[in-house]
């Protein structure tokens, strides 16, 4: 089964960086389409960034140009390096992964993602 771990939360002033880390552990024939999730307090989870397993990135607009989403070429450690940060990143983020069925196409924000880490928040102060 697969196992989601983040880490790399924690405090750091408007205008700072943070590089947030998921480690996945499981066997898998297909590759992933991995992504991050943020939830803020009494708000739905929303959907930061995606990436294929052929390299294609998708981003939301609210983090677009600041964020980047990346991964070995083996999908066992994703990376998020978040720029800019503003106070309405502050949140709880995770990881999520869900198998591609052979089609690195079907990576969308739309799926329904299987696997989930437990969380790291960020918070960002002004």
């Known amino acids: 089964q697969v196992q989601l771990v983040e880490s790399g939360g924690g405090s750091v002033q408007s205008g700072g960086s943070l590089t947030l880390s998921c480690a996945r552990s499981?066997?898998?024939?297909?590759?992933?389409?991995m992504a991050w999730f943020r939830q803020r307090t009494g708000q739905e989870r929303e959907w930061v960034a995606t990436?294929?397993?052929?390299?294609?990135?998708d981003y939301a607009e609210s983090v677009q140009g600041r964020f980047t989403i990346s991964a070995d070429i083996l999908q066992t450690n994703i990376s998020l390096q978040m720029n800019s940060l503003e106070f309405d990143d502050t949140a709880m983020y995770y990881c999520?992964?869900?198998?591609?069925?052979?089609?690195?196409?079907?990576?969308?924000?739309?799926?329904?993602?299987?696997?989930w880490g437990p969380g790291t928040q960020v918070t960002v102060s002004s």
């Open positions: 999520a992964a869900e198998d591609d069925g052979g089609d690195y196409e079907y990576c969308s924000p739309s799926l329904n993602f299987t696997y």
């Open positions: 990436l294929n397993s052929d390299g294609g990135t």
């Open positions: 499981g066997m898998t024939y297909y590759g992933f389409c």
